[in-house]
Each structure stands twice: as structure tokens, then as C-alpha cells.
């Protein structure tokens, strides 16, 4: 057996390559920190596997903020050098592009991740490595990390506020449904504490309720997997609870779970007069996936809507666009693009940084966010924005409206909300008027 | 058939564990090689583990199990729960408790969390857990004479199911979001530079002890049995074996592998979470197996790392179209290379001998045709 001698050599050559690989990789010199005239920035975003649908957008729409930073000349004098890397939905990988990114591109800021267990993952990567992340999703908020700006919404920026829309209009029964994962369950107890607290009664909160041996609450509303598709009972149960008078249906309902849930909806006669559905994960980017036409006269509540009337949101809409037709990078779908919360959180983060450098006059990352701590406003597309200490955003927050056209008709606006990520046991207070941020934001409706 | 190991072959063996175990640790203290490149060559040898406990029942027994992320991530969530643990106060919460559990709630560590306080006893769990489901799964599905493509579909439901439930968070093993943010092992610091490279060195040793096992293993009596299954199930019954114990036994065994790098895989990477045993993962390594060349053992390992690194590589140089890239090379390796990387010695030896064959006088043909009749 002659092979074996050539095994044996392949083996040793490989090794060989394997060690080789490795020095020069480690003697490579990193080129971007050398060079004056560019500073490079990370984006880390799913641009391939199930989340790529949602997240290209997001890279888009960074991409675009990076060029007009660019056109004007850059930040610092230094022109933006995006390094975009695919964490391809895989959340192992996301570490080890986090890793990558800080060190050997030693990039000064990341824009990335939409789920939170992708932020989970790159979470201790950034807090080891001292980097520097921008986080635009919505998510479940109990979390602070020194290294990571949440421009997202958090729970009192998106949740709490609809529920006290809902009760100014005088529903009274909350039906709370949800994906199983962290995001619902967390919002979910939040929700329940909230409702509480504001003298609604535990029988009027549908979905069911899940109790430890010690009977503390552990779980609030029904939850179904990723990718369910039979609703048909729990819409039978809905239509049973709405039986007792105003009742609405709170929907943390992941994608595109949201398809075979609405059609049973429809299909059972349910309709936003006799029980309106309130979701906080679809936005105008998700009718690309989703049927507007039977989710119309339902709501959304975001902190932004394509719909916004102002001078900077129409040029923001417009830029875009311009952009689009412009621009030549590859991947990038040019028909059709809409922007949505999570699109111009990502925009506003780059802003953000933006100044908090050219305050700090530094792109180290301590002095970013000593800046970003004492408190950055920016003037973006959904209004202005505030970074505060807690390393989220004040920011105002918007009830919209379903239309046919996939976009939002806005009901209301509660100006300026800061952002609260430690909400659980808030709420304790039971009936006693809570003292929270939503309730002391000033509630105007929108014109 | 040889029965034992080739001089060359354990001097193959020899230098990489030297250079794996000192020479490529020792460059990396003193500066030479990155803290990243260690880090991310640890990740590509657990793989490589996982890609032998995919060949030894694949190539070796003829077994296409898709089941073998299952295993290897429930040896991550094994050590990830005393990592967990171990986090103790210097977690979000400040609690001791894990804080996915405090977030859903829980003041207490409930009952089947406590023994993994201790190190030894979530070590002895890597072995057993995998070990006891490959068992009495295993056992189920050969006494059914269960084989072939249905074998490949319930081992696929296996870790679908598998991710299903522990995406669950009812199931207490945090959910969505699994385990992430360990903070130490055994006492020491687990984002140092030195305890990562402990760990690479951990990763070679276990790599080249499974190699090494699994070779010996192939070459004895019970190899031959293995591979006679592989080839012809029913003959080896009619021999009067029982190749229900034969394949119980592989099943086990490359569960326990799966186990192994996949405990070792955790510490290393940060974060242990549901879809890991996705079958598509499990997918995964059968891909890695058969691009480096299935039923070779050395193959799969050069398939596992060759694979991953040109992930790393792509989703960084061409973060668009790197699936594209990958998944073209998987084609042309299935057309134009069926053996794997594993085979490209053998054929350009081949292709040579063919050359020199044509270049000889006609009086030389004979004695080369004996050579070639005797190596076949």
C-alpha cells in the first residue's frame, strides 16, 4: 500500500501550510490603521441565511449613510472605509466576525446584528476587545453594556406605549401572542406587570399565564415556534375572548409566522373594528414578505414611519432613492425599497457616532463614548434623537396604521420617550398611578 | 490489509501534535501568530473532530448519520452549564443565578442545574448524555433493522427535534439565546490569551488522540466487521454477526466524539444556542467529510478546516457572493473529485505512473502490470 506514504505526506504538508497560514496571517501588518486619510468602520450583518432578508436593508441603508458622510467630506477629515462582513445567520460566526472586525480590520465602530442572540454572541467579543457597537433592533431590553449604543426601541418605547393607545381608546382585554423567544416572553411579562399596574384585571389578559412551583408568574401569553403555520385554534380562542367586550391582540409574532396567522384571522371573521391587532414586528421593510392587504387598519408602533411628514424625512426618503439608482455595489435590490424604523435607527447611529467623535475630536473608543454618554442630539428622519447615559435613545415614538400600500397612517406620536432597558418589577406598583417614563411623556396627537 | 500503523504515518502524526501542541502555542506567546488565528484554528479543529465522528459512520460503516450536531452540541450545553455557573455574581443580574433565569423569573436554581456546580460531574455528562440518547436511539433504530436512507431521516428528526425543544424556554436551558458570556473555567479567565491557548492545545491533543483511536479502532478485527457492514449488511448477518451491536456500538462511539468537540468547542467560540443542532449543521460536517474525502478519517479533518477557513476568508472578502463561491467548489469536488481532497495524492501518483508507463520501452510494460495488479 503505496497511497499510505502520500497520505502521510499530505498530512505533513498540511500541516505545514496550516503553520504557514498562521505566521503570515499574524505578521500580516493591518493596513487601515497605518493609513491617515480613511477610518475604518465595521458592518456585521446577516446578509445571507433566514435573517438576511431583514438585514441586507440594514446594510444598505449604512452604506448609504457612509457615502454622504463621504461626500462631505468624511469624519475628521477621514473618509469612511466600510468593511462589511456576512455573519450569515449563524451566530457562532457573528463572534468570530466580531473578532475578526476588532482584530485584524481594528475597525473604530460596528454597525450590526438584528436578533439578540446574534448581540448575545458578539456581546462578550466587543467588552473583551473594547470596540464599540451600534445596535437598531427593537429588542427586549435588560442589558447595559459599556460597549454597545442601543439605538434601538426598547420595551417602554414600543410596548408600553401602544398598550396606554389602546387603553386611551378604551380597550379593555389584551390578548398577548408571541414567537417563543426571548424577545416576546420578556416584552410580554413586561406587558402583564404594566397592564396590571394600570388597574386591568389578570382575567382580561388573554393567552394564559405560566407559574413556577413557588407560583410566581414565569410566563405570560401563547407563544408558537419559529415557522408555525396552523393558528387555527389559538384564532378560535382569540375570537372567544373577544367575546366579552373591547378586546385587542398584542403581537410579538417573529416574520414570517405573520402570514398564516393573519390569513386565519382574516378567515374567522376577526377584523381591526372587532379586534384590532397591535404588532411590533412588522414594519414597512416587512410588506416586501408580507400581504398588506390583510393586515390593513391594523397597527404598528414604532419610532419611526416612512410616512413622517418633515423636511429632513423627505430628503432622507428622497437621498435614498437617489442612492439606490446610483449605486453600483453589489447585492443591492433597487426596486421597490421602503425604509423603516430599524433602517433609520441604523442611519441615526451613524450620526450619532459621527458626532461623538468630531466632539471627542478622537476615534478612541472611550472618548466616543464618554461623548455619546453626556448626551448627542441628532435631527434625523423620525425626529430628534438624544443619546443618553444608559446608552440608549430619548426619541419619540409613533402609533401608526396599516394601509393597503404596505405603509402606515400615523395615529399618534408621544414625543421624546427615554429609553429604559430595566422595566421588569417596575411595574409593582400595582393600582397606585405608576410613575414611568412613557406616562410622564407629553402625548400629543399627530396632526 | 494493513493491521498496523505505517512508519510514515506516525511520523506525520508526530510532527503535527509538535507543532500543535508546542511549536504553533509557543509562537503564539511570543507574538508571532495572532490570539485570533489560535482562536479561530481551535474552532476549525473541533470541527474536525465532529467531521471524524461523521466518517466513522459514514465512510467506516456506511451510516449517513444526520444527527451528529445533535451530540456535538449537547456537549457544548453540558459544558456550558457549569460555565454558566460560573459566571456566578459577574454576570448582568449580579445574581447567582444564570441570567436567562432571572430574567424569566426564577429565584431559585432548579433541581437538575445544581450538580453542575462541579466540573467532574458536567465532564462525566458530556460522555453520558450523548452516550446514553446515541444508546438507546441507536439501539431502537438497528434492532428495527432500520438503515439506509431512513436511518439518514431519523437521525435528521432527531436534532430537529432536538433544536425544537431547546428553543423552548420552559426547557431551562436558555432558550432562543442559549448559553453566552462565560466568564471562567476551572478558575482561570476565559478571555485571556493563555487560557484560549490552553484550549487550542486541549483541541489538538483531543484531535489527535480521536484520530489516532479511531485509526487503531479501523485497522483491528472490529474495523474489518465495520467496513463489512458498510459493504454487504446481509453477508455479515448470514456470517453469524450481529451487526445490530456493531453499529450500536460506532453510533455511541461517534456520539461521545460529537460530544467531545463540541465541549471543547463552547469555550472557545462564547456562545452555545439551539440552532447549532439544526440539521442543516449536521449537514454541514457531511459536507466537510465529503469534500475531504469520506472513509479516510485523515480526509474528513482536511475537509473540516479547508472548508471553514474558506468561510472565514470569503465572508470577509466577498461577504455577497461567498455561497455562491462555496457551494460552487462543492460541485466541482462532487464532479471532478469524488474521493475528496483526501484522493488528489493517489490520482497525480497515478497520472504519473500512467506518464513513466507510456515513456518506457515496450519490454517494461509487464513488470509494472504485476506492481499495479498487486496494489490493487
Known amino acids: 500500500m503505496k497511497l499510505h506514504r502520500y497520505l502521510s505526506s499530505l498530512l505533513l504538508g498540511g500541516a505545514l501550510a496550516l503553520c504557514q497560514g498562521s505566521v503570515a496571517r499574524a505578521q500580516a501588518p493591518t493596513p487601515a490603521a497605518k493609513t491617515t486619510d480613511t477610518v475604518k468602520v465595521g458592518v456585521l450583518h446577516s446578509l445571507s441565511g433566514t435573517m438576511a432578508i431583514s438585514e441586507t436593508s440594514l446594510r444598505d441603508i449604512l452604506l448609504f449613510a457612509f457615502d454622504e458622510i463621504n461626500a462631505k467630506g468624511g469624519v475628521l477629515g477621514k473618509q469612511i472605509e466600510p468593511v462589511v462582513v456576512d455573519g450569515a445567520s449563524n451566530w457562532p460566526l457573528f463572534a468570530e466576525k466580531a473578532k475578526q472586525l476588532l482584530d485584524q480590520d481594528k475597525v473604530a465602530v460596528t454597525f450590526g446584528c438584528w436578533t439578540s442572540v446574534s448581540r448575545k454572541s458578539v456581546l462578550p467579543v466587543f467588552e473583551e476587545k473594547k470596540g464599540l457597537l451600534f445596535y437598531p433592533v427593537q429588542y427586549e431590553g435588560e442589558e447595559m453594556s459599556p460597549n454597545i449604543f442601543y439605538t434601538a426601541e426598547a420595551v417602554n418605547q414600543q410596548a408600553t406605549p401602544a398598550v396606554d393607545y389602546m387603553l386611551s381608546k378604551g380597550y379593555k382585554k389584551f390578548y398577548l401572542l408571541g414567537s417563543d423567544y426571548v424577545y416576546p416572553q420578556t416584552t410580554n411579562l413586561i406587558l402583564l406587570e404594566y397592564l396590571r399596574s394600570k388597574g386591568v384585571p389578570l382575567e382580561n389578559i388573554g393567552g394564559g399565564l405560566r407559574k413556577d412551583e413557588a407560583g410566581n408568574i414565569i410566563s405570560a401569553g401563547k407563544y408558537t415556534p419559529f415557522g408555525h403555520t396552523d393558528y387555527q385554534q389559538i384564532v378560535a380562542e382569540i375570537k372567544q375572548f373577544t367575546s366579552g367586550g373591547k378586546a385587542c391582540v398584542i403581537n410579538t409574532l417573529n416574520g414570517d409566522t405573520n402570514v398564516p396567522f393573519f390569513k386565519e384571522y382574516a378567515a374567522a371573521g376577526l377584523t381591526a373594528e372587532t379586534c384590532p391587532v397591535v404588532s411590533f414586528s412588522i414594519a414597512e421593510d416587512e410588506f416586501r414578505g408580507l400581504p398588506a392587504k390583510q393586515l390593513v387598519g391594523q397597527l404598528g408602533c414604532w419610532t419611526y414611519f416612512q410616512s413622517i411628514k418633515s423636511p429632513e424625512n423627505k430628503k432622507f426618503i428622497e437621498d435614498f432613492q437617489k442612492w439606490l439608482k446610483a449605486t453600483n455595489t453589489q447585492g443591492i435590490v433597487k426596486q421597490g425599497r421602503v425604509v423603516d424604523s430599524p433602517m433609520v435607527l441604523s442611519y441615526d447611529g451613524v450620526y450619532l457616532w459621527k458626532k461623538a467623535v468630531e466632539q471627542a475630536k478622537s476615534f478612541d473608543v472611550d472618548k466616543v463614548v464618554a461623548e455619546l454618554e453626556k448626551g448627542i442630539s441628532f435631527t434625523g428622519p423620525g425626529g430628534v434623537v438624544t443619546t443618553q447615559k444608559n446608552h440608549h435613545l430619548t426619541k419619540s415614538v409613533y402609533i401608526g396604521e396599516t394601509k393597503a400600500d404596505g405603509q402606515f397612517k400615523i395615529l399618534q406620536e408621544f414625543k421624546n420617550v427615554v429609553g429604559e432597558p430595566f422595566l421588569k418589577g417596575k411595574f409593582k406598583a400595582a393600582v397606585t398611578t405608576p410613575v414611568t417614563n412613557a406616562a410622564n411623556a407629553l402625548a400629543v396627537a399627530h396632526p | ?376
Not at chain 2, 118 to 144: N, Q
Not at chain 2, 321 to 335: A, E, Q
Open chain 2, 1 to 376: 490489509m494493513r493491521r498496523n500503523f505505517s512508519r510514515s504515518e506516525l511520523i506525520a502524526v508526530g510532527v503535527i501534535a509538535l507543532l500543535g501542541l508546542i511549536v504553533l502555542p509557543a509562537l503564539n506567546s511570543a507574538g508571532l501568530i495572532s490570539n485570533f488565528a489560535i482562536n479561530l484554528w481551535g474552532k476549525y479543529l473541533c470541527y474536525a473532530v465532529l467531521a471524524i465522528s461523521v466518517d466513522l459512520l459514514w465512510g467506516y460503516t456506511g451510516l449517513l448519520s444526520l444527527g451528529q450536531a445533535l451530540f456535538f452540541s449537547l456537549g457544548g450545553y453540558m459544558l456550558g452549564m457549569h460555565l454558566m455557573l460560573m459566571i456566578g455574581k459577574l454576570g448582568q443580574y449580579k445574581s447567582d443565578l444564570p441570567d436567562f433565569m432571572v430574567f424569566l423569573g426564577y429565584t431559585s436554581l432548579p433541581t437538575f442545574w445544581q450538580p453542575f456546580r462541579s466540573f467532574l460531574f458536567a465532564a462525566l455528562m458530556i460522555l453520558a448524555v450523548p452516550g446514553l440518547l446515541s444508546g438507546v436511539f441507536g439501539y431502537l433504530a438497528f434492532r428495527s433493522r432500520i438503515k439506509g436512507v431512513y436511518f439518514s431521516i431519523l437521525t435528521q428528526a432527531l436534532t430537529y427535534a432536538g433544536s425544537l425543544m431547546f428553543f423552548r424556554n420552559d426547557l431551562l436551558m436558555g432558550g432562543n439565546n442559549g448559553f453566552t458570556d462565560f466568564k471562567l473555567l476551572l478558575g482561570l479567565d476565559l478571555r485571556t490569551p493563555g487560557v484560549q491557548r490552553g484550549l487550542f492545545i486541549a483541541t489538538v491533543a483531543l484531535l489527535l488522540l480521536v484520530y489516532l483511536g479511531c485509526r487503531w479502532l479501523t485497522m483491528t478485527k472490529f474495523g474489518l466487521v465495520q467496513r463489512a457492514v458498510r459493504d454487504s449488511e446481509t453477508r455479515v448477518l448470514f456470517s453469524g454477526y450481529a451487526a445490530a451491536n456493531y453499529k450500536l456500538f460506532i453510533f455511541v462511539l461517534a456520539a461521545i466524539i460529537a460530544s467531545l468537540g463540541g465541549a471543547l468547542y463552547v469555550p472557545q467560540v462564547g456562545i452555545i444556542n439551539p440552532s447549532e443542532m439544526t440539521p442543516d449543521k449536521s449537514l454541514e460536517a457531511v459536507v466537510w467529510c465529503a469534500v475531504g474525502g469520506r472513509g479516510t478519517l485523515f480526509g474528513p479533518v482536511l475537509g473540516a478546516i479547508s472548508v471553514n477557513a474558506l468561510k472565514s476568508w470569503a465572508t470577509r472578502a466577498y461577504p455577497d457572493s461567498w455561497l455562491i463561491i462555496l457551494g460552487g467548489l462543492f460541485i466541482l469536488v462532487v464532479l471532478f473529485l469524488p474521493g475528496g481532497i483526501a484522493s488528489v495524492p493517489g490520482l497525480l501518483a497515478r497520472t504519473m505512473r500512467r506518464r513513466k508507463k507510456s515513456d518506457e520501452p515496450i519490454a517494461a510494460v509487464p513488470a509494472t502490470a504485476v506492481s499495479a495488479a498487486t496494489e490493487a
